[in-house]
């Protein structure tokens, strides 16, 4: 699907022209929303929603509207053909409860197109994770995995990270998400300033198959633009604040100044002198 953009066809190309377009497999930007209106909600997608693949409603937030202002907003979202789902913490409490199934159905008849399967604050054995992702996968929906711990005290090792990894493609996970937190800091491949950790990144990076299969959590812009520059406009990316939709993809189409800079000295451009 290509994108029209008003008054600008044909006058200034995107430097970074690799940029994929809807229906599209990989390059997606998942948005966290913490509790947004529904004029809010609905004033982001009419600005942003054809660069909006997926619309997290964040932790437990589903829990707490009142009314029917939840499945107006699910109901919204999917009207622009983007994919919603509950925060990964609302499932885990589920399943802390024994009511995983219960969760599913309910999800299921509220109009969710996605679950997420996490266990960033609780243990989960694989025997649970992996009937969590089959059984929200035979209930039809797309299924986004979690790996990494929310808090530090319970990090888990690289080793432990790449195997849950591989474990959820070969389950059937859509896409499996690193964790970086709404934060962004001290998580997996984030140190506590929120700067990359380039042993972390290195290492899921040479033991994946398929990096379009992973989706980075990168809620700060300086970790959205390293990651474009070292994985290419189409990376994956989530827990993008609603309101750097656009800046994001400024970004990815090198419409930046920082990635840009990064793709005259790529391609060897000179001064322009008249």
């Known amino acids: 699907m290509s994108i029209r953009r008003e008054g600008w066809d044909g006058i200034v190309d995107f430097p970074l022209s690799e940029r994929k377009?809807?229906?599209?497999?990989?390059?997606?930007t998942m948005i966290i929303d913490k509790g947004l209106g529904l004029s809010e909600?609905?004033?982001?997608l009419e600005t942003s929603g054809q660069y909006i693949d997926f619309v997290k409603l964040g932790f437990g937030t589903s829990a707490l509207y009142t009314g029917d202002v939840l499945q107006k907003k699910?109901?919204?979202?999917?009207?622009?053909?983007?994919?919603?789902?509950?925060?990964?913490t609302f499932l885990e409490v589920a399943v802390l409860q024994g009511k995983l199934d219960l969760y599913l159905e309910k999800a299921?008849?509220?109009?969710?197109?996605?679950?997420?399967?996490?266990?960033?604050?609780?243990?989960?054995?694989?025997?649970?994770?992996?009937?969590?992702?089959?059984?929200?996968?035979?209930?039809?929906?797309k299924v986004l995995s979690e790996v990494g711990k929310k808090d530090a005290r319970d990090e888990l090792s690289n080793t432990d990270i790449l195997e849950q990894i591989n474990l959820?493609?070969?389950?059937?996970?859509?896409?499996?998400?690193?964790?970086?937190?709404?934060?962004?800091?001290?998580?997996?491949?984030?140190?506590?300033?929120?700067?990359?950790?380039?042993?972390e990144l290195e290492e899921i990076l040479k033991s994946i198959s398929d990096i379009n299969k992973i989706l980075w959590e990168a809620p700060h812009k300086n970790q959205q633009q390293e990651l474009i520059i070292r994985l290419g406009a189409n990376v994956n990316l989530g827990n993008v604040h609603p309101g750097d939709v656009m800046s994001l993809e400024a970004l990815r189409v090198g419409l930046r100044g920082d990635t840009l800079r990064n793709y005259i000295i790529s391609n060897k451009l000179h001064a322009i002198s008249s």
């Open 21 to 28: 377009q809807k229906p599209r497999e990989n390059g997606f």
């Open 168 to 199: 959820d493609i070969e389950w059937g996970a859509y896409k499996v998400i690193v964790e970086g937190r709404e934060s962004g800091k001290g998580v997996v491949i984030y140190d506590e300033q929120g700067r990359i950790k380039e042993k």
């Open 108 to 141: 299921k008849s509220l109009g969710y197109s996605c679950i997420e399967v996490s266990d960033g604050t609780i243990n989960m054995s694989r025997i649970v994770r992996k009937r969590a992702i089959e059984k929200a996968l035979d209930m039809g929906f």
């Open 41 to 44: 909600l609905a004033d982001t």
């Open 74 to 88: 699910i109901k919204l979202v999917r009207s622009m053909g983007i994919d919603i789902y509950p925060g990964g």
